[in-house]
Each structure stands twice: as structure tokens, then as C-alpha cells.
């Protein structure tokens, strides 16, 4: 086997997956296209095929003013059952395995995309952002977190083997935990203990709402890249208190969409983010995931000190990225360019997401 690290199985809870590779959550735009559940399925099953150990989807809204938009999935609604069963049915039918994206933009929410005010720990303007968001009050804190968990059930129903509450990347619970967007001064701010309360109270809720066999992954921020943030320290122990909250996996985002530290691209070199994965695996005894410019299998084999390894773009690419590494095809292997430009601005434009490659066209 040429990449035995990588093609070995692993688990998230009970959940074996046959390979250490996640095809990471992307925001694929599809969704609000004619078709877009036809399209979906397309895309995902394409990929599903191809021995990726588990996909995560775009991320789906828990609430509508967290959404990202008409293009985004949304898991707020009873009715939302249904279609994502579709796709879950038949990513299972291709022999894949599936996670969906917990998603609460936050202040990144648009109003003219969402046509409701964003909120966030505290009103303050996001510099990617028009609108200004409003505070959340208490018991809108408690309705966002219910709303965590009602969805966490929802996704569990519709079929996907495990859920990933996205709390990097500057969205809402990142917006808690940093004391760049969160100024409260009741007990949902200030110090370090009460910034963390949010992004842990939602943890534990969908703990609590799936049951303990339900494999849950937490996306936290390994380095927001923003200067005054959270620090390292604090991120360490963050990391701790997920495992005690009962998380199965933590899957490690790096930067802000407002960040001017570029992470994803070619200015950045392969697998420069890797080491702050692995801090944090020292700190916890469940899987750790890493991503950021891993964009081959040789990279991916290389920094396999962490349990599993993420990639995104490269699966926009070439599907067969793993079945070629399985059996030696990688001299066919399509690249995937680093995004050019910053990824947001294709959230902001409501376009689907581009691949600055040649990839094969997915079959539908």
C-alpha cells in the first residue's frame, strides 16, 4: 500500500471510516439552483465513490438569520428532513458516508441575502460586512442553542452518520469565543470562562439532543489570525473543555474571513498550518483533524501525526484523488489551484463555487 497512514481506518465515535481522509465542508452554492438537490446528490455521490473516508457538507443554517442565504442548506425546518434524506440515501447508496455542517454565520450574515438583521455576542460591525449586527439577548442565546441541538436530531433523521458544528472561521460561536466580537459584560462575556460558555453550552446540547453513540465533530479555530484574539492558551484549554463536553472529534480551522493573513493560498506554503493541529492533539485524546494547504496525497501521508486530514478544493479537482492514491494513479492526478482570490467573495457574490483547475465534469 503506498500511503499507509492514510488509507488506514479510523473512527469518530462509532463510526469507522475506511480511510483518514474528510472531504472538508464547502459552500458549493448548488443548493439554491434550479435543480440544486438533483445537482447535490450529482456532486457528492461523484466523490462518494471515490474512497473518501467521510464528506461534511456546506454548512446548514440552525437559524434563518444565520443562514448565508438562498444558496445555503438549512436544517431549521421540519420540512428540511425530507430532501436531506435524499442525499443522504444516496451517498449511502454509492458506499459513502456523509456529516452535515451545523452553521451560524453570525455577523457574516447579510441582510440583503437573508432580509433579517445578523446578531452576535455584541454589536459590532464585521469589516466584510454592511450590516451591523445586533446583540443577542438572553434568551435569544437559549433559542440559538436549542436551535443547535433541534437540528443536530433533524440531521441525525434525515440519515447523516455524524454532524460538525462549525465553530471557527470567525461565524458566531467564534465570534463568542474571541474578545475582538464579544464585549458583554453579563455572564456570556467578558472573561475567558464566560466567553467559552456559549460554544460549550451549544456543544452539550447537541450532545445531550443525538445520544451518546452519535459521532459529533466540533470545527474550532486553531489560530483566528487576528491580532488581540483568542490566544493560544486559551485555545489549548477550549480544545480540553470540548472533549470534556463530550465531542468525538475536533477538526481545526485556521483564520478568519476577515483576516488579512492569506491561508489558502499559493503564498502559503503546502501544510504550513499543520503544527498547530498537532498542539492541539497533545492537549486531547480524541481524533484531531488538520487542514489547510494539504493538497496531495504525499502531503497528507506526510503530517499524519494527527489522526485525519482534510481536504477540500482537491476533491473540486479531481473526485478520484484517493482511488489514485490507492493504486498508484497519481501521475493522472487534476490539481487544484489555490483559490486566487479569498473564497468569500464567492459567499458575497452567490455564485457556485469555482475550481481554478480543468476537473472532470461530475456525473450525474
Known sequence: MPYPA?????????????????MGSMHVGLEGEENGLEKMKAFYVRRAKEHVGLIVTGGAAVTPEGSGGANFMSLYQETDINQWTELTEAVHEAGGRIAVQLFHAGRYAYK?????????????????????????????IQRTIQAFSEAAVRAKKSGFDAVEIMGSEGYLLNQFMSPLTNQRT?????????????????AKAVRRAVGPDY???FRMSGLD??????TEEETLIWAGKLEEAGMDALNIGIGWHESRTPT???????????????????????????????????????????DIVSMARPFLADPEIITKARTAGLKKLTHALPAIRHAWTTFLKI?????WSTPKQDES
Do not use: C, H
Not at 225 to 230: F, K, Q, V, Y
Not at 264 to 282: E, G
Open 6 to 22: 492514510l488509507l488506514s481506518p479510523v473512527s469518530i465515535n462509532q463510526l469507522v471510516l475506511p480511510t483518514r481522509v474528510m
Open 112 to 140: 440583503a441575502l437573508t432580509g433579517l438583521d445578523p446578531v452576535s455576542a455584541s454589536p459590532l460591525q464585521s469589516s466584510i460586512n454592511p450590516d451591523i449586527p445586533a446583540e443577542l439577548a438572553e434568551e435569544d
Open 186 to 202: 453579563d455572564n456570556w462575556g467578558g472573561s475567558f470562562e464566560k466567553r467559552l460558555r456559549f460554544p460549550l453550552a451549544v
Open 215 to 217: 459521532p459529533v465533530i
Open 225 to 230: 489570525l487576528m491580532e488581540g484574539s483568542t
Open 264 to 306: 489558502i493560498t499559493m503564498k502559503v506554503p503546502r501544510n504550513y498550518f499543520t503544527p498547530v493541529a498537532a498542539s492541539i492533539k497533545k492537549q486531547v485524546s480524541i481524533p484531531v483533524i488538520t487542514s489547510n494547504r494539504i493538497n496531495n496525497p504525499e502531503d497528507a501521508e506526510s503530517i499524519l501525526q494527527e
Open 351 to 355: 455564485n457556485p463555487l469555482p475550481v
